[in-house]
Structures are given as structure tokens and as C-alpha cells.
């Protein structure tokens, strides 16, 4: 597995605050001690915080955390306080080894991207004092939103496009009281996506930019086609290059499921694809199906070797999206276009 390398001091913190909550699930409460009476009297300030789901009145310093979905994450980055999770998989090659620790001791109550499978008595069990539902909007009505309202209060802050983890990410962390120590790597991060601009502005910036999903669970015959700020292409955002195009049905956004003879008409203006594959560089099944179609092997842009794979494409923190970038910047590389400016 290949893992973040970069380290920093508050991973020591994440994993330890992560792992002690784990493990007392019941006695940070079930004790009628100094210490729980302290910690009682500090969590019962409030605040006002605005949610998708309305003004919502929560802990102003919450000490026992449900998060899913996009939320996930980022919090165990910042060293929230955090009693259960939704899994979050996708990036699990990701994670460096306190991210990884921290993120495997907490108690998982759903699924990676399938909140309507939520586990209400794991939710229960956790006995938190804030869910933060990191979940994209439409899933909202998947979730039994007054079932968890009896347990805490309930913050709904999703995606309409992925590329928004960069702002919500913020919302996340001030939810849960963590600002303070959220967006460690976002000037890091910031700062390599400008380089990367710049170091291919001359060469691809007139270029005519599209992806294609390899994660999105197409049926057979069909392909996914990104467009900007989707799951892949979103890596892309802050580079300055032309993601082209929109979904034929305005509500899908940022992708749309075609069928791969619609391959011609759909890519043909493509002068470069991007796609993701996994961290050791192999491709996701259904990319291997599309690929070996005739269909795609015409398209100008594979004849002309304007492929670019993305290792790390599921990275949605600033910090792992370092990864990204580092891949998306070894790959332009190696485009003809670049090849050809010795």
C-alpha cells in the first residue's frame, strides 16, 4: 500500500483522541465523577449553526461525533471528537499510518457511499452529542433524519459536485470545534496546484480537456463521462485547464452514464482524457471493459497517447489531494505536448 508520507505533529493526537473514544463508549458517561461533570457542563454551551437542512442548534465544543460521508476525514485529520464513523474506503490507500490507526479504532456505521444502509443502534451505541451528515444533498431522504434527531442534533453539510470538499471541508471542521487545527496542508496544497498551473499553461492550456469514471458502477455497454469538478476531474479544478462540456440533463451536473457507442459524438473533441485508477497504477475494473472497446481505441485522443491515469483520484482533503497531484503532475509530463518543449 502506498501511503501518505507526509507527517505532522497532531497525528499522534488524531489517533489517540480516536482510539479513546473507541473504547469508551459508555464510560464517558455511565460515571458520575468530577471529570464527566466538567465535560457535561462544557458541552451543554450551544451555537447556531447553519446546515443544508436549516439553523440547527448544537454543542458549541461537541465531544462524542457521528460523521459520514465527505465529513469523515477531514475530522479525523483534525483530531475531532469523534465516537463512531461512517467507513470511508476509498481512501483508505490514502491515509498515512495515524490517519490509517485512527480511522480503523473508531466504529463504523455504514457502508462507504451507501448512508440508506445506516446502522441506527450502531448510531444509538455511539451515544453522540452531533451527527454531521457529510452526504450529497439528494441522498438526504435516504436517511431517517427524525430517527437521528432523537438521538443529537443533526447537520447535513453534502456536495452538489465533489470538487466542494475544498469549502465544506471548512463547514466540517467548524461543526465540530476543530478549525484551530483543519487545513494544515491547504496553503501546501494551494501552492503545488499553482506550480503545476503554471508549469503547463503554454502546452495545455488551449487543449480541450474530458474524463471518463472508473468507479461510477456502470452496467456493461456503458461508460461514465466526467466533466468538470467530478470525482476525478475535480483533481483538476485549480490547474487552469478546459474541462469541456455538460450533462445533456442539467440535473446530473458534473457526470452522465452514456452508452460507449455515444464514445464518437461524446469524446471526439477530447484532445486529452483523464481517468483514475488505484494507487499502484492498475485500472478499476469497468475502465478495463471500456478500454478494450474499439469505440475507445479510435478516439483521437487515445491514437495520440493524451491519456492521463490519476493515482489517489478519490483524494477529497487538502492533504491527500497532495497525492493527487503529485500523479496528475508526473502524467501531463509525459503528454506528447510536453514531450515535445525540449
Aim: a negative charge; proline letters at 5%.
Amino acid at each position: 500500500m502506498r501511503v501518505l508520507e507526509r507527517k505532522r505533529a497532531r497525528g499522534a493526537a488524531a489517533l489517540g483522541a480516536a482510539a479513546l473514544l473507541a473504547v469508551g463508549l459508555v464510560g464517558c458517561s455511565s460515571d458520575g465523577d468530577s471529570s464527566s461533570a466538567e465535560s457535561g457542563t462544557d458541552s451543554a454551551a450551544t451555537r447556531t449553526f447553519e446546515a443544508q437542512n436549516g439553523s440547527i442548534e448544537i454543542p458549541a465544543d461537541p465531544q462524542r461525533i457521528v460523521s459520514c460521508g465527505y465529513a469523515t476525514l477531514p475530522l479525523i485529520q483534525a483530531g475531532a471528537n469523534l465516537a463512531a464513523v461512517c467507513e470511508w474506503s476509498r481512501e483508505l490507500d490514502n491515509m498515512d499510518e495515524e490517519t490509517l490507526a485512527a480511522y480503523e479504532a473508531l466504529p463504523k456505521v455504514a457502508p462507504d457511499g451507501a448512508v440508506s444502509e445506516l446502522n441506527y443502534e450502531a448510531v444509538t451505541a455511539a451515544d453522540p452529542d452531533l451527527i454531521i451528515m457529510g452526504v450529497p444533498a439528494r441522498v438526504q431522504e435516504q436517511v431517517d433524519v427524525a430517527k437521528l434527531e432523537a438521538l443529537a442534533p443533526v447537520v447535513f453539510v453534502g456536495l452538489t459536485v465533489p470538487g466542494e470538499w475544498r469549502e465544506l471541508g471548512e463547514q466540517y471542521a467548524d461543526a465540530a470545534n476543530v478549525s484551530d487545527s483543519y487545513g494544515e496542508f491547504k496553503g501546501e496544497y494551494e501552492t503545488r496546484a499553482a506550480e503545476i498551473a503554471d508549469k503547463y499553461a503554454g502546452s495545455l492550456g488551449g487543449l480541450k480537456f474530458a474524463g471518463v469514471c472508473g468507479v461510477c458502477g456502470t452496467e456493461p455497454g456503458e461508460f461514465s463521462r466526467e466533466y468538470a469538478s467530478s470525482y476525478t476531474t475535480n483533481l483538476f479544478d485549480d490547474l487552469g485547464l478546459d474541462f469541456y462540456g455538460e450533462p445533456t440533463d442539467p440535473e446530473e451536473v458534473h457526470s452522465e452514464y452514456l452508452s460507449v457507442e455515444q464514445l464518437p459524438e461524446n469524446l471526439g473533441e477530447a484532445d486529452v482524457i483523464v481517468y483514475g485508477v488505484e494507487a499502484d497504477g492498475s485500472l478499476p475494473p469497468e475502465l478495463e471493459e471500456l478500454f478494450a472497446s474499439p469505440l475507445w481505441q479510435d478516439l483521437p485522443a487515445v491514437k495520440a497517447g493524451n491519456l492521463v491515469a490519476v493515482e489517489h483520484s478519490s483524494a477529497a482533503t487538502y492533504e491527500t489531494a497532495l497525492l493527487a497531484l503529485d500523479s496528475i503532475d508526473a502524467e501531463l509530463a509525459k503528454l506528447p505536448a510536453n514531450q515535445n518543449q525540449e
